[in-house]
């Protein structure tokens, strides 16, 4: 385990870090003073990203352009964190896609790729960074949920069984390594306010919020928390509902 207090000079693993959650996160790290590498696909964006936090903290931020959804990207990614000799003491497996729209309606590999990712090179990434990790004895993951993985939700259909697989697998993972000095654990915001979703408007939590959730959840034991009190309080609610209330629910909200 190691909290965010401990990752003074150690480096951190962002997935998606150029943007929304993700950029926060890798904020809120190097302001404890992480040295960053920083992962996503637009290589201006990372840069400029990691520009606005070396000025402001001082520390290392590495930017890694790369598509994780493509074929063979997670291997890549590891080769080249091993040949640079980077020991990543924390991952935060946030990259993800959320398209939205009826599955009737959309195009099937916009899916498939969504799943790559979210699914895909998440499991990969998180599979072998953590087996490191045990081998050492020491390091801490966080993997970004969602409440929206709580209920089937038409609309984000593929999107919303994505999260529910990473929510149960980060949980399985934390059970399997609880005892071994990582911590594991399943991060799920609830709707914020970040580019992924644009139309979530003041009720939103800000991605800042969610990052200060992640580092307390870092010094935690248990395997998910939800960040913000209303939005547990909703995923309570909707795992208990029936699948017919909670998915017409669902299509009223995103069809109105
Ligand atoms: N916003 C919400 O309401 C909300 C709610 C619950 C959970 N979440 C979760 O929070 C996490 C972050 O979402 P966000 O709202 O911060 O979204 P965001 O602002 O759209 O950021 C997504 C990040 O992922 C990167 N990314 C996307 N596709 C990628 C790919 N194929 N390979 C590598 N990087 C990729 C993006 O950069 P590029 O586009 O340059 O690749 C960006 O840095 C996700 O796991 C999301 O499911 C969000």
Redesign the pocket.
Known sequence: MTTAAQMRDRTALV?????????AVADALARAGAHLVL????GA??EQTAEGIRSRYGVTVTTIA?????QG?VGRLLERLEGDGVEVELLVG?????PRGLVVEGDPAVLR?MVD??VG?LTELTAAVTTGMVERGHGSVVV?????GSAPTPVLAA?AAS?AYVLSFTQALWAETRHSGVRVVAV??????????AT?GRW?RR?EQ?AATVLTALDGSGPSVVDGRGNAVAAAVLRLLPTRVVTALALRVFTR
């Open positions: 997935t998606g870090g150029s943007s929304g959650i993700g950029a992962v996503a696909r637009n964006r990372l790369l598509d994780l959804a493509a990207a946030n990259a993800a896609l959320a790729r990712l979210n090179a970004i949920a969602s409440t929206g999107y999260k799920s915001p609830g709707p914020t306010r970040t580019p992924m979703n979530v939103g991605p969610v």
